[in-house]
């Protein structure tokens, strides 16, 4: 089955700099790779998503990369604002379901 | 983006009484919704899929008895925790695509269930 895990952990940043998020998977044979955030007491959000057919996807901030023969895909936001803060998490496809990574918990300092 | 919506957001209730958490897709209909289960600082748990006009897919480990889900309409799926005890006090999250796969999922806002 599908395995995903997530790093780091937690991440701190000062507003303005970079933040990456990390995900590996084992199932060579999934191909859709969403990110989510989370804001505390909410339901997660669909940020970005990417097919296994591209290697990178781009939306303003936010950018998703794809390294399919290394099984995995990251997170990248630029120019970080406060925010930006929540939790993130990756997600894998297992036949018809999510397997969602461990989680990031992202703070943005002013 | 598509919208779950997801109702109560909280609810406390004694123990040993069942709670009902309805998801609703509101711009499109959904002929599978999931519903998820969180604790706090935690990832989302895949809990079962709700199949409408069939019986829900419970996960392993995952109680039928104790977590009915009911998927009557094409924009409706309900979660009721039977017999409720403080140990299934959690968060919980339904979701749903308009395109009725795994892929572009929305979430619910989530029920912040206590149980006293």
């Known amino acids: 089955g599908e395995n995903v895990e997530q790093h780091p952990s937690t991440l701190s940043v000062q507003e303005g700099d970079s933040a990456v998020i990390k995900c590996t998977y084992s199932?060579?044979?999934?191909?859709?790779f969403p990110w989510y955030k989370q804001e505390l007491g909410k339901g997660p959000q669909l940020i970005i998503d990417?097919?296994?057919?591209?290697g990178e996807k781009k939306d303003q901030r936010i950018a998703v990369t794809l390294n399919k023969t290394a099984k995995h895909f990251s997170l990248h936001i630029t120019e970080t604002q406060p925010e930006d803060s929540a939790v993130y998490f990756c997600?894998?496809?297992?036949?018809?379901?999510?397997?969602f990574g461990t989680g990031t918990r992202l703070q943005v300092f002013p | 983006g598509a919208v779950v919506s997801q109702h109560p957001s909280w609810v406390i209730c004694k123990s040993g009484t069942s709670v009902k958490i309805e998801c609703r897709s509101l711009?499109?209909?959904?002929?599978?919704m999931f519903w998820y289960r969180q604790f706090p600082k935690q990832s989302l748990m895949l809990m079962a899929t709700?199949?409408?006009?069939?019986?829900?897919?419970?996960e392993q480990g995952v109680e039928k008895d104790k977590f009915l889900i009911n998927h009557a309409s094409l924009t409706l799926s309900t979660l009721t925790v039977t017999s409720a005890h403080p140990e299934d006090s959690s968060f919980y999250i339904c979701?749903?695509?308009?395109?009725?796969?795994?892929?572009?999922?929305?979430f619910g806002s989530g029920t912040q269930l206590s149980v006293l």
């Open positions: 979701s749903a695509s308009p395109g009725g796969r795994n892929e572009k999922l929305f």
């Open positions: 199932d060579s044979a999934s191909n859709y």
């Open positions: 990417i097919r296994s057919n591209v």
């Open positions: 997600a894998a496809p297992l036949t018809d379901k999510l397997i």
């Open positions: 711009d499109f209909q959904a002929t599978t």
């Open positions: 709700s199949n409408e006009g069939s019986k829900a897919t419970y």
